[in-house]
């Protein structure tokens, strides 16, 4: 196990001790500490909270949502729920994904950033919501992205 990862999950458990269905909240805090749920915490996990590596596993890949790999310096969500489908959203998630190629940047689909009536949207790095993007929009605020790094 990496060093640096232990004194951080340690405070990660410590903060859930004795809260019933911790599971969840530990591991948005492991990714929101680290940046992703990396494999050799799962046992960490599991002894911590007396449930088997696999029940650990299974939640992690089951939620989209966990990553289970450092992501890139940035993180762009594009919008895939119903309503930002009907307002383009998979021909802007395309666009993105030829736009990124090769960018550091990681590209994930979420399902509703709760802009519905404005779709399509976009969340940059957990922080800054988008709404309205279309291809050309979205080209801007990659290059502005670009210009911050």
């Given at each position: 196990m990496n060093t640096e990862i232990t004194p951080r999950l340690a405070a990660i458990f410590a903060g859930h001790r004795n809260q019933p269905g911790a599971l969840l909240p530990i591991l948005h805090d492991i990714q929101y500490a680290l940046g992703y749920v990396p494999e050799e915490s799962v046992p960490l996990i599991a002894k911590e909270l007396n449930l088997s590596r696999a029940e650990v596993h299974g939640v992690i890949t089951y939620y989209h949502h966990f990553r289970r790999t450092p992501p890139a310096k940035h993180v762009v969500h594009v919008c895939c729920a119903e309503a930002c489908q009907a307002?383009?959203?998979?021909?802007?998630?395309?666009?993105?994904?030829?736009?990124?190629?090769?960018?550091?940047?990681?590209?994930?689909?979420?399902?509703?950033?709760?802009?519905?009536?404005?779709?399509?949207?976009?969340?940059?790095?957990?922080?800054?919501?988008?709404?309205?993007?279309?291809?050309?929009?979205?080209?801007?605020?990659?290059?502005?992205?670009g210009e911050k790094a």
């Open positions: 307002n383009g959203s998979e021909a802007l998630a395309a666009h993105a994904a030829e736009r990124l190629q090769g960018a550091d940047v990681t590209l994930e689909p979420v399902y509703c950033l709760g802009l519905c009536s404005v779709g399509p949207n976009i969340q940059i790095d957990e922080t800054e919501l988008h709404a309205q993007v279309t291809p050309k929009k979205f080209d801007a605020l990659m290059k502005k992205l």
